[in-house]
């Protein structure tokens, strides 16, 4: 197995930025049904795909943060991607998605607590925000487990969604 680089590392993920060649595991996980079901969009499609890796190099040259593909570092395979966007108020919001066959293995709960750590020592932001459907509730939940709050209930992307935000400055 190759010798990897990571930007960050939990217990049992290994995180580095989105690049070209995680194009192919993009696709399996980005086009799956169950995997985006609770997206307004539903699935991606290959040029979406593309797009979402040139704008993630790209934030992360220019803003510092991004997308990072996730591996389980036990075994050097693709899980998923999670990671930072910018909103269109200035807000900064995290996300995770995972390959079907990690759900229920608290993993989505690890990465986010392992980003939320990173941003608290990389961005310049008082708190990351993380939004979900009302009905989505394991990922909720996870954001509860992160030590994330209930902020508000409002819509977005045409979905009523739950807002969780995390403080990284406290008084």
Not at 17 to 26: G, K, M, R, S, T
Not at 101 to 112: M, P
């Amino acid at each position: 197995m190759e010798k990897r680089r990571y930007t960050l590392k939990s217990l049992r993920i290994g995180f580095r930025a989105l690049e070209d060649n995680d194009f192919q595991n993009l696709l399996k996980l980005d086009m799956d049904p169950d995997v985006r079901a609770f997206f307004p969009g539903g699935v991606s499609t290959p040029e979406l795909l593309r797009e979402k890796i040139a704008k993630s190099r790209a934030s992360f040259l220019e803003k510092g943060f991004g997308e990072f593909s996730m591996t389980e570092l036990k075994t050097g395979r693709f899980i998923g991607r999670a990671g930072f966007a910018g909103l269109d108020d200035g807000e900064i919001e995290v996300g995770y998605l995972l390959l079907k066959e990690y759900w229920g293995q608290g993993l989505a709960s690890e990465a986010l607590v392992a980003l939320l750590d990173w941003a608290r020592n990389s961005l310049p932001v008082s708190r990351i925000l993380a939004y979900a459907p009302v009905d989505h509730r394991a990922s909720l939940g996870v954001m509860r487990k992160a030590g994330m709050r209930y902020l508000k209930t409002a819509v977005a992307q045409d979905t009523k969604c739950d807002f969780y935000a995390y403080l990284l400055i406290t008084d």
